[in-house]
């Protein structure tokens, strides 16, 4: 293989800018490293409009008439995402050796965590509470993502944190990216990853094979997508021990007088006794004439402010995998699906309480698809796969028996790999300079 010359080696390639790219670019390129990143999609100023979702809105299949979206853009998942910011699971990861508790506290510092103040809650969600509690559900407030300063009412989309802001913080302290890049496979010689073969999207003359190298490959394109671009490195055990979706569906009721406003949805929740969580979706408008559509019920349209609506989601076994095709498949085990039923009940009779005298519930949709690596099998406590100096960071190590909204987490990971990953670059160096003087001394 013919590698290029020093200056055009960096010290990281980072394929994927989501959560956890864009962290790790952001970390690394502050401490003054040459690092690239490698995003599929656009570099673009992200707006919340229907030609814009549609334009980075992408779905994989991942059960039976079941596709998980994912999107393509920098910043990635963070430009469509309710912003809810689950607590890490910091023990499952400290059981294989990984304590982010640093990293988590860091973390916290950063980045604009918050419950959503009462005045700043909806006519929708303060209704909902209100029939929730009456029913006796503990109907807690979530912490969320979200700049609650930023704020012009109940709702405004700039104000939700997005990983897009720690891509441009990269690029400020140096770092490259480059867009529509469609990583095929990573490069490695003798056991060692030392960079990546992709395709470059040019809309005038078609696509160009591209190679960049890297002191080290670190692969964070995501849940279902890292999984692909492993297999075709030669990592025929990626995603064979299956991964885990939470089918969910959403219970949405008319209140009539009910004079509802644009607002955050997912602050406020609960989980029943069998797991199964429930969450306040009262959605933006945008998005909620996009499901009424969706759900051939246009006429709801009108009456938007009248509406209140319960997502529910339901821990289903880890099961099925990837195909040799290069396609996810997975059952949804009957349990997942009696609990989900049995959950169904409960939110039909909270929406009731508030007032409702017409709902229906939505077709089945998946809660995220993640798990798709192993923890304990797939990667170290540096996240280093078997393959030397590639490394692993995304929603596929997030393990099933922590069902969490994952952007905090991979936040938190992404933090505690940067950290791995300059303390290693830190004693290189000084073994470098010591290995320098002595030579000097000696000479």
């Known amino acids: 293989m013919t590698r290029p010359a020093d200056g055009d080696v960096y010290d990281y390639l980072i394929i994927g800018t989501g959560s956890a790219g864009a962290t790790l670019a952001r970390e690394l390129s502050a401490r003054g490293r040459r690092v690239l990143m490698l ?3 656009e570099h673009r100023a ?25 999107v393509f853009a920098a910043g990635g998942s963070t430009a469509m995402y309710l912003a809810v910011a689950d607590d890490p699971p910091v023990e499952a990861f400290r059981a294989v050796g990984i304590d982010i508790r640093p990293d988590y506290a860091a973390a916290q510092q950063e980045l604009p965590l918050a419950v959503t103040p009462d005045d700043m809650l909806s006519p929708q969600a303060l209704r909902l509470r209100d029939a929730a509690i009456g029913q006796g559900l503990a109907w807690t407030k979530n912490r969320m993502l979200i700049d609650h300063e930023r704020c012009r009412g109940a709702y405004d989309y700039a104000a939700k944190w997005k990983a897009l802001a720690f891509v441009e913080d990269a690029i400020r302290s140096g770092a490259r990216l480059q867009c529509e890049a469609i990583v095929e496979r990573i490069l490695t010689e003798n056991g060692t990853a030392v960079g990546v073969e992709c395709r470059i999207a040019n809309p005038s003359f078609g696509s160009r094979t591209e190679r960049f190298y890297a002191s080290k490959v670190l692969l964070c394109a995501g849940s279902l997508a890292t999984p692909v671009i492993l297999r075709k490195s ?9 991964y885990y979706i939470d089918p969910s569906i959403a219970v949405i009721g008319s209140v009539p007088g009910l004079r509802g406003t644009n607002c955050f949805a997912g602050t406020m929740g609960t989980t029943l006794d069998d797991g199964t969580r429930l969450l306040d979706a009262n959605v933006h408008k945008f998005y909620f004439n996009m499901g009424m559509v969706q759900s051939l019920r246009p006429w709801r349209i009108r009456d938007y402010g009248q509406h209140v609506a319960i997502m529910i989601k339901a821990h289903d076994a880890v099961g099925g995998g990837l195909s040799a095709d290069g396609r996810y498949h997975k059952d949804i085990d009957a349990q997942a699906l009696e609990r989900l039923q049995n959950s169904i009940e409960v939110a039909k009779r909270v929406i009731a309480a508030a007032g409702s005298r017409s709902m229906f519930t939505t077709t089945l949709m998946t809660g995220g698809a993640f798990g798709t690596l192993n923890l304990a099998r797939d990667v170290d406590a540096g996240l280093q796969t078997r393959v030397r100096n590639l490394h692993v960071c995304d929603g596929s190590l997030i393990p099933a028996d922590a069902r969490v909204a994952p952007t905090l987490t991979l936040v938190c990971l992404a933090k505690y790999l940067a950290r791995h990953l300059l303390r290693e670059a830190d004693a ?13 001394l000696a000479g």
Do not use: M, Y
């Open 39 to 41: 995003e599929r999609g």
């Open 46 to 70: 992200l707006k919340e409009t229907l030609w814009e979702s549609v334009s980075i809105l992408n779905e994989v299949k991942v059960a039976p008439k079941l596709k998980d979206p994912r």
């Open 234 to 242: 030669g990592f025929d055990e990626a995603a064979s021990g299956g």
């Open 428 to 440: 290189v160096e000084t073994a470098s300079e010591h290995s320098s003087q002595r030579v000097a």
